[in-house]
């Protein structure tokens, strides 16, 4: 039996299967770093997700940033840091509104009794008025006001009797003009010796 070999087909079979080995080796490296890639952005994604999970327990808020990603990923949870966020800029603007440090004590206190047991971020809502409220007292705002409202109507009632002094002490500058000006008598024309004049008795002269 005589075998006979084609060195053109043989090396054209064996340069097809290189090719195929590079090709099959790129594909597969190709493959190898989509996958590392995906697991590190499913790694970034995670640690992003857990960051912003801290800081909305923490009552912090989130970047701009922050909030883009949340609102693409989780819309619950971004629909839930809203309410949070409104919640405390309601907070705040009360407070912002206070006439005295007792009224801003009354204010935190039904802020915070308002939180339902329930509210499964309650954690969360406590967390946001706390940050409010800590900057709030730091602020120059707060450092301004009287400490209870006894003191700001003193203050009223103070204001109150000063202007009605200042009102009696002008009724009075008028009157006393209006006296002088309805009065004839003429301080330039008058002498001593006009009164002693008119003083002297009078004789009916007979002749």
């Not at 039996?1 to 299967?17: P, R, V």
């Not at 857990?50 to 940033?65: H, P, V, W």
């Given at each position: 039996?005589?075998?006979?070999?084609?060195?053109?087909?043989?090396?054209?079979?064996?340069?097809?299967?290189?090719?195929?080995?590079?090709?099959?080796?790129?594909?597969?490296?190709?493959?190898?770093?989509?996958?590392?890639?995906?697991?590190?952005?499913?790694?970034?994604?995670?640690?992003m997700m857990e960051k912003i999970q801290a800081k909305i327990k923490s009552g912090k808020k989130l970047t701009s940033r922050e909030e883009s990603y949340l609102k693409q990923h989780n819309q619950e949870l971004y629909m839930q840091y809203l309410r949070i966020r409104r919640m405390a800029e309601a907070l705040e603007h009360q407070l912002e509104n206070?006439?005295?440090?007792?009224?801003?004590?009354?204010?935190?206190?039904?802020?915070?009794?308002?939180?339902?047991?329930?509210?499964?971020?309650?954690?969360?809502?406590?967390?946001?008025?706390?940050?409010?409220?800590?900057?709030?007292?730091?602020?120059?705002?707060?450092?301004?006001?009287?400490?209870?409202?006894?003191?700001?109507?003193?203050?009223?009632?103070?204001?109150?009797?000063?202007?009605?002094?200042?009102?009696?002490?002008?009724?009075?500058?008028?009157?006393?003009?209006?006296?002088?000006?309805?009065?004839?008598?003429?301080?330039?024309?008058?002498?001593?010796?006009?009164?002693?004049?008119?003083?002297?008795?009078?004789?009916?002269?007979?002749?």
């Amino acid at each position: 039996m005589q075998i006979s070999f084609d060195l053109g087909t043989m090396k054209l079979n064996n340069e097809s299967k290189s090719g195929q080995y590079v090709s099959n080796q790129l594909t597969d490296m190709v493959r190898r770093l989509k996958e590392q890639s995906t697991r590190a952005n499913k790694e970034d994604d995670s640690k992003m997700m857990e960051k912003i999970q801290a800081k909305i327990k923490s009552g912090k808020k989130l970047t701009s940033r922050e909030e883009s990603y949340l609102k693409q990923h989780n819309q619950e949870l971004y629909m839930q840091y809203l309410r949070i966020r409104r919640m405390a800029e309601a907070l705040e603007h009360q407070l912002e509104n206070a006439d005295s440090k007792e009224e801003v004590n009354d204010i935190i206190f039904h802020a915070m009794n308002g939180i339902s047991d329930k509210d499964p971020y309650k954690a969360a809502i406590v967390a946001a008025l706390d940050e409010v409220i800590k900057d709030f007292k730091k602020s120059d705002g707060y450092n301004k006001l009287p400490a209870t409202n006894e003191e700001i109507e003193k203050g009223r009632k103070a204001k109150a009797e000063k202007g009605n002094k200042k009102t009696e002490d002008g009724d009075e500058i008028v009157s006393l003009e209006s006296e002088n000006n309805n009065d004839d008598f003429d301080a330039m024309a008058w002498s001593p010796l006009q009164d002693v004049i008119d003083a002297m008795p009078t004789f009916d002269m007979q002749s």
